[in-house]
């Protein structure tokens, strides 16, 4: 729900009592700031249009900047012109997307999080393995559409531990497990349980695949949400680490939590009677959405936000390969 925020409300008045606390880590992972990255370059080397399959990131605001800059946003590959550049979004593609893309003589270049590429090749292993693999993830998914995609013959979603008695193998001893990056930890962890009650032979995969921005930011949340008031967690509705971070900040301990795209989504009235605030956001979304929302609250009598660190990120992922090609042939490396 959209609020005027022009008028406050009355808030409590023992402003030594109030407090707002930002999580850190919060917002942009490698593999989104990579994309992001990538489609830029790519307006900036080849010129626009450069089409883009689903939307580089879930997040709504990064989607329509890229927009005004040039990128046009397809669904499919058979709305691209035989020819042109494709960039394909962070959440990955199935084998099936590269060889239409091949079939149309588009110029690709594959933005996928490095982090998801290694769950896909994960599959690819297993069933080269011959075994059964059961995905943990959201049906309808980008990132679960692109790794089952890798071995569909192979590959069941599992979307959680309710799925589990329904599970249908060809063998109890020769099944493995996958998930998509972007889950909640413990949400993940459970479904893993009940499978495995199932099947106590199940093979995890050779690391976690939940990845660490993924962990990072739910860690924070939870750091920030034990005892405070209200949580703000900034992201878009398609976007399943922010909408898991609602869930772990309530699991947590936050006696309210809400996801919101930007300041212009906040309630007013959820600050009646609060006296702590706790701001995060998922990992798609830019730092100025989150100052934000800061700026609101110091508006409305609140202190200075106090970070609270939970983990240090330093990862940065190299930009696709075909890029840095044209980018080094252009002097532009």
Not at 150 to 164: G, I, K, N, T
Not at 227 to 249: M, Q
Request: glycine fraction near 6%; include cysteine; aromatic fraction near 4%.
């Amino acid at each position: 729900m959209t609020t005027d925020l022009g008028t406050p409300r009355v808030l409590p008045t023992d402003d030594a009592e109030r407090a707002v606390l930002l999580a850190a880590p919060r917002g942009y992972c490698a593999g989104v700031d990579r994309a992001v990255i990538t489609v830029e370059q790519a307006l900036d080397l080849y010129g626009s249009p450069v089409y883009v399959r689903k939307q580089i990131v879930h997040n709504k605001h990064v989607v329509a900047d890229l927009s005004a800059r040039g990128a046009v946003f397809v669904e499919e590959l058979d709305e691209v012109p035989p020819g042109s550049t494709v960039v394909f979004s962070a959440h990955g593609v199935s084998p099936a997307v590269h060889e239409q893309a091949a079939e149309r003589d588009l110029k690709t270049i594959d933005a996928t999080c490095p982090l998801v590429t290694k769950v896909h090749h994960e599959a690819r292993r297993f069933a080269g393995e011959d075994l059964d693999i059961l995905l943990i993830g959201h049906e309808g998914h980008e990132e679960v559409e692109g790794t089952a995609g890798e071995a569909p013959e192979h590959v069941q979603l599992v979307q959680s531990p309710a799925d589990v008695p329904n599970i249908v193998v060809r063998d109890p001893a020769r099944v493995a497990w996958l998930s998509q990056t972007t889950l909640s930890v413990d949400e993940t962890l459970e479904t893993v349980a009940a499978i495995r009650e199932r099947f106590p032979l199940l093979i995890d995969p050779p690391s976690d695949d939940i990845c660490y921005a993924t962990q990072n930011r739910q860690l924070a949340v939870k750091e920030i949400s034990d005892g405070t008031d209200l949580v703000i967690v900034v992201g878009s509705a398609n976007s399943s680490n922010s909408v898991r971070l609602v869930e772990v900040a309530l699991e947590a301990g936050a006696r309210a939590a809400y996801r919101v795209d930007d300041v212009s989504e906040v309630d007013e009235a959820w600050l009646d009677g609060v006296r702590t605030v706790s701001v995060t956001s998922g990992a798609s979304v830019p730092d100025h959405l989150v100052q934000d929302v800061l700026a609101m609250l110091a508006g409305r009598g609140y202190p200075d936000a106090r970070a609270v660190h939970s983990a240090e990120e330093s990862l940065i992922f190299s930009l696709p390969k075909e890029l840095r090609r044209d980018m080094k042939a252009a002097g532009r490396a």
